[in-house]
């Protein structure tokens, strides 16, 4: 967690390309994890939801043919599903959950996380109490 992102660009939304590929999530390089989605074209209508709501701009959009392209896949945060969830035909696929679990127990982020909600308390709690 803190390192370097590069920005790259700007989509046709204008929202700012960064390039979170070379970051890592709970120790994991991102590159390492298959957690990114994949576009079933046969299902896809092109209503464009996973282009216009993705936060991490993980789509690019193609204007010729109507339909997202999955560009920056790795810039897909992990666990996130939320363009499948809203898709109308479910042509948005990502792994299973069971593949989500095993990098999380990978990089041990549950016993991660409640560390550092140990720490955040003890820190606000001193804080609080002028210590």
């Known amino acids: 967690m803190g390192e370097e992102v590069q920005v790259r660009e700007k989509d046709v939304l204008g929202r700012v390309i960064k390039d979170l590929s070379n970051t890592e999530w709970w120790g994991i390089p991102r590159k390492e994890i298959p957690w990114y989605p994949q576009v079933d074209y046969e299902k896809c209508i092109g209503c464009g939801l996973c282009f216009m709501t993705c936060g991490?701009?993980?789509?690019?959009?193609?204007?010729?043919?109507?339909?997202?392209?999955?560009?920056?896949?790795?810039?897909?945060?992990?666990?996130?599903?939320?363009?499948?969830?809203?898709?109308?035909?479910?042509?948005?696929?990502?792994?299973?959950?069971?593949?989500?679990?095993?990098?999380?127990?990978?990089?041990?982020?549950?016993?991660?996380?409640?560390?550092?909600?140990?720490?955040?308390?003890?820190?606000?709690?001193?804080?609080?109490?002028?210590?």
């Not at 499948?84 to 792994?95: D, G, K, Y």
Request: proline share 5%.
């Open 56 to 131: 991490r701009v993980v789509y690019d959009w193609d204007l010729k043919q109507m339909r997202p392209i999955v560009a920056r896949p790795y810039n897909c945060l992990v666990g996130c599903s939320t363009c499948a969830n809203l898709c109308p035909r479910e042509a948005i696929n990502f792994p299973s959950l069971e593949v989500l679990r095993k990098y999380r127990d990978l990089g041990k982020a549950v016993v991660k996380a409640r560390k550092r909600l140990k720490e955040l308390r003890q820190r606000l709690f001193k804080h609080d109490n002028g210590i």
